[in-house]
């Protein structure tokens, strides 16, 4: 019997993530840290909790990863104006030059990824994806939307 699609993807996936985590730490990152400082860098000015709800990370999840990386010297938190209670997230220079340097790196491995297909696999790969994902979000929503 053939496997099945579903957990095909969920294994290449997980495999992909492992190894791009794999590598990054021989770089001296991690995945956390990378999409972290991606999307604080991203948005400016976001709060602790708003850059856990779009990482979809509990709370005391993103404060250990925010203390670690704080205690790395890569971001800061600092007081909003005007909300005493609340963080922003930013990057420091030496965070900066960090995300600078993982993101080229995430540019050659993308590069070296792509070299694994010719342009029209390239294309059937990024269409049937994106349906996929295009399709289970929209089903995602529409489970939230009647919970």
Known sequence: MEERLGRLLAMTGKVVREHFDAALGDIGSSLNTYV?????????????????????????????????????????RIPRPGDRRAYCVQLTPEGRAHLDR???????????????????????????????????????????AAG
Do not use: W, Y
Request: avoid cysteine; hydrophobic fraction near 45%.
């Open 36 to 76: 972290v400082l991606k999307v604080a860098a991203l948005h400016p000015g976001m709060s602790q909790r708003e850059l856990a709800g779009a990482l979809g990370i509990e709370g005391p999840t993103m404060t250990h990863h925010l203390d670690r990386m704080s205690a790395d010297g890569l971001l800061q």
């Open 102 to 144: 993982v993101d080229a790196f995430a540019d050659d491995m993308d590069t070296e990824f792509r070299a694994e297909f010719t342009s029209s696999e390239l294309s059937v790969v990024f269409d049937v994806l994106t349906r996929i994902k295009d399709r289970l979000s929209k089903e995602a929503n529409v489970h939230h």
